[in-house]
């Protein structure tokens, strides 16, 4: 059975993304998956405050509930990350836990010595998304963003559901296409596992 971290991004419980995710997640758990769910907006963490504590043995210094969501982490084969976009990235709690990720970052590179570029990234990531606005450019950001924390994690973005146009509470549920989408994509995510 694959285990899966899905991360709540949003200070809105009930939300865009929150409502996407939980449509994915089910459909991980339809196609068989544990999903461990991690609400970011419940938890008390630091940003990472750049001492490099992390430096010798690639744990991160600070301790508080970092190291509880880095367990699961860790301990999944998939990680499911949905985020609204603020100011063209992720949200500020989503950034605070990658840059505690930092501490994976300095493991993998500095610690352990993996060439950049080298391909080693064993679990996948799927990451939801969800913008008011509808430009073109709505997600290069965060897609970046994404990509480099997912990879601090040996994580390949495997597939990101992108919405436009959704900015109020509730806004999403009046698209079923869209909710059925990120149910499918919650399904197929588990069954690459
Ligand atoms: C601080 C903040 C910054 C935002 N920045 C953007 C932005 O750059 N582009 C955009 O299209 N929407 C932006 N929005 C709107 C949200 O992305 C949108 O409301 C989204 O649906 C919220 O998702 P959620 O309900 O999961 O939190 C911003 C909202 C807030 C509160």
Redesign the pocket.
């Known amino acids: 059975m694959p285990q899966i971290a899905a991360v709540f ?4 419980r ?7 995710l939980r449509q994915a997640i089910k459909g991980a758990r339809d196609a068989g998956a544990e999903v461990s769910e991690i609400v970011l907006r419940d938890l008390k963490m630091s940003p990472c405050l750049e001492i490099y504590g992390c430096k010798q043995s690639g744990q991160c210094a600070i301790q508080d509930d970092f190291q509880g969501v880095l367990k699961h982490l860790l301990a999944s084969q998939g990680i499911l990350l ?8 992720v ?2 709690h989503t950034k605070i836990l990658m840059d505690r990720c930092q501490s994976r970052w300095v493991k993998k590179y500095w610690i352990d010595n993996v060439p950049f570029g080298a391909h080693r990234n064993h679990r996948k990531g799927l990451f939801i ?7 073109k450019k ?1 997600f290069e950001g965060s897609l970046l963003t994404v990509k480099y924390f997912f990879d601090a994690l040996d994580t390949q973005l495997w597939r990101a559901c992108l ?2 146009g ?4 509730g ?2 549920l009046k698209h079923p296409d869209y909710l059925d989408e990120a149910y499918q994509a919650g399904k197929e995510f588990a069954a690459a596992l």
């Open positions: 991004g949003s200070p809105r009930r939300g865009n993304t929150a409502t996407l949905a985020s609204p976009i603020f100011f063209y990235t949200s500020a998304a969800a913008g008011a606005t509808k430009g709505l919405y436009r959704l900015d109020f509470e806004d999403v």
